[in-house]
C-alpha cells in the first residue's frame, strides 16, 4: 500500500503543532500559578470551646484565694563554730574559750519579718476559708487576697486542727463571697479526675489536672496519725498548700497539704487531706474555736509484726511505741512495748 507523500508530511506537521501548543500550554500555567497572589490567612469567629474543665475553672476559681503569712522570726546570739569546715552549733572547746571574748561590741541582731504564701478557698459566703495550718502557724498577721482584688484583706485565726494540719481562717471583704460546693472524698475512686488550683511559686489561679492515684495513703507521721491522704499525679508545688483539690463537678474532695519530691517542687505525687475528715473539724472550729477528740494518749506501730507477735505468744495486735505522761493510758499503767491486743470490745447478744 502506497502512502501519499503530502499526506505524510501534513501529518507530521500537525503532530509536531500539537505537541508545540501543549507545550506553551504547560508554561503559561505555571508562570500564572508562580505570580498569582497567595490568598491571605482569615482568623475564624470566636467558638467557645465549652468542656469539663473550662466551666470547672470558671465556676471556682472566684472561690480560691492567696494567702499571705508575715512570721516574725527571733534573732539568734548563738556563734556558730566551724570545725574541719563544718559548722557546729556549739563551742567545740567546750566551756575553754582560748580566745576569749572577741566581740564584746558585736551588734545585737534585730528580729526579721518572713512572708509565706499559701492558699486557701472559701467554704461559706460570709467569708469562712479553710487552708492548711502550716501556711498560718506562728504568723504575726495573715492577709488574704481575693481573685481579681488587689485589697489585702486581714484575716483572723478563727482555730486550728495541727493533727489535720488544718486552720479556720475569717475575713470580712464587705460582700457576699462565692463558696466552693464540698463534695464526698469517700466517693472517690482512683482512676477519677483530679483539679488542683492555687498560688504555686506566687502564680495566682494556677489550675493543673491529673486523677486520683491512690486512696487512704498513709505517710506514718506520728504527730499526724489520724491523716490518710488522697494521692493525685495534678501538680501541686510550693503555695499551693492549703488550695483545693476538685473532682470533675467541681466539688471539693481534699485540700492540698504536701509532696514527697528529692528537689522540693512536684516530682509526680502529691497528697490532699480528705475533706470528709476537714469537715468535722471545721464544724467544731467554727463552734468552739478548737477540736477536740477522744485519745488515750499512746502512740504505736501502724503496721502488725506478725512475726513477733507470735514470739509474744499474740496472733493481732499493735506495740505500745509511745505513753503520754498523765494521759489516760498512762494513769491505767499502760507502758511502752506493751501489746494492744483488742479494742472496743463489743457486747454478744
Known sequence: MKLNRSNVTLALLLFCAGLLTANLVSHT?????????????????????????TKLAKESEPSVVKIVSTIQEKPSNNMRWFFNGQPSNGNPFGDMNPFGNMTPNM???????AQGVGSGFVVDRTGYILTNNHVVENATRIQVLLPGDHTEYPAKLVGTDPELDLAVLKIDAGKQLTALRVGNSDAIEVGDWAVAIGSPFNLDQTMTAGIISAKGRDLGERDHQLQRFLQTD????????????????????????????????????????????????????????????????????????????????????????????????????????DIIVLAFPTKKN
Open 29 to 53: 500555567g505555571i508562570a500564572r500559578a508562580d505570580s498569582a497572589t497567595p490568598a491571605a490567612l482569615t482568623i475564624p469567629s470566636p467558638v467557645q470551646l465549652s468542656n469539663s474543665f
Open 107 to 113: 551588734p545585737q541582731q534585730q528580729p526579721r519579718r
Open 234 to 337: 495534678a501538680a501541686i508545688n510550693r503555695g499551693n498548700s492549703g488550695g483545693p483539690l476538685l473532682n470533675i463537678n467541681g466539688e471539693v474532695i481534699g485540700i492540698n497539704t504536701m509532696i514527697v519530691s528529692g528537689s522540693g517542687n512536684f516530682e509526680g505525687i502529691g497528697f490532699a487531706l480528705p475533706i470528709n475528715l476537714a469537715v468535722n473539724s471545721y464544724n467544731q472550729i467554727i463552734k468552739s474555736g478548737k477540736v477536740s477528740r477522744g485519745a488515750i494518749g499512746i502512740q504505736f506501730a501502724r503496721e502488725e509484726n506478725s512475726s513477733l507477735l507470735k514470739v509474744y505468744g499474740a496472733s493481732t495486735g499493735v506495740f505500745v511505741s509511745q505513753v503520754n505522761p498523765g494521759g489516760p493510758a498512762a494513769k491505767a499503767g499502760v507502758q511502752v512495748s
